[in-house]
């Protein structure tokens, strides 16, 4: 039972377009979902992160938006360069805080920046 | 020191054996969680453990155990291998609420 979906798993972006990254959850539960981005070798690397109780985060060039009613969840990047080029993964959690959570991760998707 | 060190990065071992993945954290990292990833999926959670005690598991059999010691480094043992237990395993680690999570690099398992 896959609860946190990214249905996408590849998606190409011109460089210095923005990158829209989109994940679906099914546990109405989960109340803290987060954005990780993975380099080949490297271990998951913390973007961004945003609570149930806003619809809306940002930081910098990456804004994550949250839509509770429809249990859906996106990762804008603006604009894209190509060191964001990666495997981004959206993960939840419940009744956690940031850094003791428990997490449920998507299966991926593979952003590439062209150039 | 800083970051998390996984050891090995590479292993291989063959069906019915048992392995033992490291993890060392940063001092002050009392939470340590641990993450099994399959290729092509994403990381799913194994146990986590907080000041050495057990705090938390996810849908992984008894035989998948774990350790936290007094100096920020953790264990993942794995008894009776089985050809499904070939992952990337991942340690992630925290100094608690509110500072998240860093992850190591992880160690690559092969099960033959």
């Known amino acids: 039972d896959q609860q946190v979906k990214q249905n996408s798993p590849s998606l190409s972006v011109q460089e210095g377009r923005i990158s829209i990254l989109n994940c679906d959850y099914t546990?109405?539960?989960?109340?803290?979902f987060l954005w990780y981005k993975k380099y080949p070798a490297e271990g998951p690397t913390f973007l961004i992160s945003?609570?149930?109780?806003?619809d809306k985060n940002e930081d910098g060039r990456f804004t994550v938006f949250l839509n509770k009613s429809a249990k859906h969840l996106s990762l804008h990047i603006v604009p894209s360069q190509p060191g964001d080029s990666a495997v981004y993964f959206c993960a939840a959690s419940v009744g956690s805080n940031f850094g003791n959570e428990k997490l449920t991760f998507g299966t991926g998707t593979r952003l590439t920046i062209i150039p | 020191e800083t970051g998390v060190t996984q050891s090995p990065t590479h292993l291989i071992k063959t069906r019915g054996q048992q392995v033992t993945l490291r993890c060392s954290s940063q001092s002050g990292h009392n939470t340590v969680s641990w993450y099994q990833q399959a290729l092509g999926q994403g990381p799913q959670f194994i146990f986590q453990?907080?000041?050495?005690?057990?705090?938390g598991r996810g849908n992984f059999p008894p035989r998948f155990s774990g350790l936290q010691f007094p100096n920020y480094s953790s264990e993942l043992n794995v008894n009776a291998l089985e050809l499904d237990d070939s992952a990337l395993y991942l340690c992630?680690?925290?100094?608690?609420?509110?500072?998240?999570?860093?992850f190591g690099s992880g160690t690559r398992l092969t099960v033959v």
């Open positions: 453990y907080y000041r050495e005690e057990e705090n």
């Open positions: 945003i609570s149930s109780i806003k």
């Open positions: 992630a680690s925290s100094p608690g609420a509110n500072y998240g999570y860093t």
């Open positions: 546990n109405s539960m989960f109340d803290y």
